[in-house]
């Protein structure tokens, strides 16, 4: 049976943002908006500025900010480092 959801983590340059388990990842890259779900192909995309959206395995919606940066999509695992992100509240 495949994996059904994402370990998620949202880090800035001097902190994590958000992590945790989600169903869905949507970011702004600089080639357009890019969702993530389980089972995605290994990328790696540069972010553009703007909003990192994820839902979570239990359909909580988080929002985050990120000004520039990269996402990392591995075995289930995506990862957002930017150099300045914060939740949106």
């Given at each position: ?47 553009s500025k703007g909003e990192v959206r994820v839902t979570t395995s239990t359909g909580e919606k ?28």
């Open positions: 049976m495949a994996e059904r959801s994402l370990q998620v983590s949202v880090v800035a340059a001097d902190h994590e943002v958000w992590s945790g388990e989600a169903s869905l990842v949507i970011a702004k890259t600089v080639e357009g908006e890019i969702g993530v779900m389980a089972g995605h192909e290994p990328m790696l995309a540069i972010l988080v929002t985050a900010t990120a000004d520039d940066g990269f996402l990392s999509v591995e075995n289930n695992t995506v990862t957002v480092v930017a150099g300045n992100a914060s939740l949106v509240k």
